[in-house]
T-cell receptor, first 115, second 111 residues
Framework: EADIYQTPRYLVIGTGKKITLECSQT?????MYWYQQDPGMELHLIHY???????EKGDLSSESTVSRIRTEHFPLTLESARPSHTSQYLC??????????????FGPGTRLTVT | GNSVTQMEGPVTLSEEAFLTINCTYT??????LFWYVQYPGEGLQLLLK?????DKGSNKGFEATYRKETTSFHLEKGSVQVSDSAVYFC??????????FGRGTSLIVHP
């Protein structure tokens, strides 16, 4: 059972509002990720972090920002929401395994609608 | 760069039918390969993985074999159930801790 949480699960807000999507994990993983999932299901990496005070932009250009002040917490902020930000946002963390590989754990997602 | 290609859906089957979802990859080196499943309204869950050539990953009746010679990792299940209806993602590990995902394949199983 993955111990990674996202809040809120659903959010409807008006254009121009500032919002923060929360993501927390209790597994002590250094590497964390934010994905945007479009209606066609494809995942787009928008931000990632290798550890505290490390953040990088992903492949998809995004107007959001992230911070990583604590290992367990990786919030995503939109300073001014627009209808084009309407999407499903998935947070994930990655833990190394004893076979030299890794496993990625996903939160349940936040479905954001900007009106 | 790395890429993962999986068959487009939706795949529609009757209960107890045989399932195959094709996945091929391109990568430098020898990536680990994964199948994830996403049920409606949820995040992705790891279904199975394989870390080297000829490895077979298996879980919940699903299987996939890491085929280096054909760069493939096809997902199979002998007898699907209605509860298997979901979206399935194939993925490969990346050298810089960034995995590469396929576009997802929707599976619909009818009673």
């Amino acid at each position: 059972e993955a111990d990674i949480y996202q809040t809120p699960r659903y959010l409807v807000i008006g254009t121009g509002k500032k919002i923060t999507l929360e993501c927390s994990q209790t597994m002590g993983h250094d590497k964390m990720y934010w994905y945007q999932q479009d209606p066609g299901m494809e995942l787009h990496l928008i931000h990632y972090s290798y550890g505290v005070n490390s953040t990088e932009k992903g492949d998809l250009s995004s107007e959001s920002t992230v911070s990583r002040i604590r290992t367990e917490h990786f919030p995503l902020t939109l300073e001014s929401a627009r209808p084009s930000h309407t999407s499903q946002y998935l947070c994930a963390s990655r833990g190394d395994t004893t076979d030299g590989s890794y496993e990625q754990y996903f939160g349940p997602g936040t479905r954001l609608t900007v009106t | 760069g790395n890429s993962v290609t999986q068959m487009e859906g939706p795949v529609t089957l009757s209960e107890e039918a045989f399932l195959t979802i094709n996945c091929t990859y391109t990568a430098t080196g020898y990536p680990s390969l994964f199948w994830y499943v996403q049920y409606p309204g949820e995040g992705l869950q790891l279904l199975l993985k394989a870390t080297k050539a000829d490895d077979k990953g298996s879980n919940k009746g699903f299987e996939a074999t890491y085929r280096k010679e054909t760069t493939s990792f096809h997902l199979e299940k002998g007898s699907v159930q209605v509860s298997d209806s979901a979206v399935y993602f194939c993925a490969s590990s990346g050298g810089s801790y960034i995995p590469t995902f396929g576009r997802g394949t929707s599976l619909i199983v009818h009673p």
